[in-house]
């Protein structure tokens, strides 16, 4: 009787799965503003020009920012000196099988959680082996914190060494530099490393792989695999990261 009401259980929650599906395409990149999270150098908009032209008129304006603003992508050059930079990663690396990993329940919202090996391993244990050139986006759940800052970054603070938010562990990321399909981790936080460390980017791009950072992934739902995830930096020459679109697509 009571392994038919674990079976009963077991069914339940795959149902519950497999209710989360894509009907189109998801936007998982943040508009660009001077909202926007930033290392160096913040979005900073130029004066919108609105000009006469011939029998018509046309708008032009400028921005500047930081590599490393907003939703962004770091390539691996930035923590690997012989690692792609942005306009040397391969288009087919940056059209991927995504997986999804929803932490935010363990993270419970603090910000000293660290994802550990065994959530990577539950995932494995739960949906099989993670598909090929794979883009792994974590959610700590702190994208439904973006619209007060100091939540989102743990502090009132631009400066970046003072944001605080739950991160990768070495461990995990060593975990992860071992998973020959994987291409990319995102992440829903300023950062795939704990604040004040750089050891999971140097690990991850030592693999030549990809980062993506500021990932909105504050959706509905996103299923565990099974869509496509596009992650389109501006392919700036010799780049150590790019704002980016990131959008998902079901298969
Ligand atoms: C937050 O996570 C850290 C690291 O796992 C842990 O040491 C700490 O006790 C946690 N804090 C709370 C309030 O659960
Ligand atoms: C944002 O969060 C901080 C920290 O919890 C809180 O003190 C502040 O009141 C919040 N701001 C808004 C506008 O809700
Ligand atoms: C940011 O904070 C760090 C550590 O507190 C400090 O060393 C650095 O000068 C600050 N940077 C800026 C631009 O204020
Ligand atoms: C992640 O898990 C949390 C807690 O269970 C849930 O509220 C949230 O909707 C999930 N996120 C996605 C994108 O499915």
């Given at each position: 009787m009571a392994s038919r009401w674990l079976v009963l259980t077991l069914l339940a929650a795959v149902g519950k799965a497999d209710e989360c599906r894509l009907n189109g395409p998801l936007e998982l990149s943040r508009t660009l503003s001077t909202n926007s999270p930033y290392v160096t150098v913040p979005f900073t908009p130029g004066t919108l020009q609105d000009n006469p032209f011939k029998n018509t008129r046309y708008r032009i304006n400028d921005f500047c920012v930081g590599e490393h603003t907003g939703t962004h992508l770091d390539s691996p050059f930035h923590f690997s000196e012989n690692g792609w930079s942005t306009d040397q990663i391969p288009l087919n690396r940056l059209i991927a099988n995504?997986?999804?990993?929803?932490?935010?329940?363990?993270?419970?919202?603090?910000?000293?959680?660290?994802?550990?090996?065994?959530?990577?391993?539950?995932?494995?244990?739960?949906?099989?082996?993670?598909?090929?050139?794979?883009?792994?986006?974590?959610?700590?759940?702190?994208?439904?914190?973006?619209?007060?800052?100091?939540?989102?970054?743990?502090?009132?603070?631009?400066?970046?060494?003072?944001?605080?938010?739950?991160?990768?562990?070495?461990?995990?990321?060593?975990?992860?530099?071992?998973?020959?399909?994987?291409?990319?981790?995102?992440?829903?936080?300023?950062?795939?490393d704990a604040p004040g460390s750089g050891d999971v980017h140097v690990i991850l791009a030592a693999k030549n792989m990809y980062n993506l950072e500021h990932v909105d992934l504050d959706q509905p739902c996103l299923p565990a695999k099974g869509f496509k995830v596009f992650s389109m930096p501006v392919k700036v020459q010799g780049g150590t990261g790019a704002p980016a679109r990131v959008i998902v697509v079901p298969h």
């Amino acid at each position: 009787m009571a392994s038919r009401w674990l079976v009963l259980t077991l069914l339940a929650a795959v149902g519950k799965a497999d209710e989360c599906r894509l009907n189109g395409p998801l936007e998982l990149s943040r508009t660009l503003s001077t909202n926007s999270p930033y290392v160096t150098v913040p979005f900073t908009p130029g004066t919108l020009q609105d000009n006469p032209f011939k029998n018509t008129r046309y708008r032009i304006n400028d921005f500047c920012v930081g590599e490393h603003t907003g939703t962004h992508l770091d390539s691996p050059f930035h923590f690997s000196e012989n690692g792609w930079s942005t306009d040397q990663i391969p288009l087919n690396r940056l059209i991927a099988n995504g997986v999804f990993l929803n932490v935010t329940e363990q993270a419970a919202g603090n910000a000293s959680f660290r994802l550990q090996p065994s959530h990577i391993d539950a995932w494995v244990e739960r949906h099989g082996p993670f598909p090929d050139n794979a883009v792994l986006l974590v959610s700590f759940g702190w994208a439904q914190r973006f619209a007060n800052r100091t939540l989102y970054l743990g502090t009132a603070s631009t400066n970046f060494t003072e944001f605080r938010q739950p991160g990768i562990s070495v461990e995990a990321a060593r975990r992860l530099a071992n998973i020959d399909q994987l291409v990319g981790v995102g992440v829903d936080t300023a950062s795939v490393d704990a604040p004040g460390s750089g050891d999971v980017h140097v690990i991850l791009a030592a693999k030549n792989m990809y980062n993506l950072e500021h990932v909105d992934l504050d959706q509905p739902c996103l299923p565990a695999k099974g869509f496509k995830v596009f992650s389109m930096p501006v392919k700036v020459q010799g780049g150590t990261g790019a704002p980016a679109r990131v959008i998902v697509v079901p298969h």
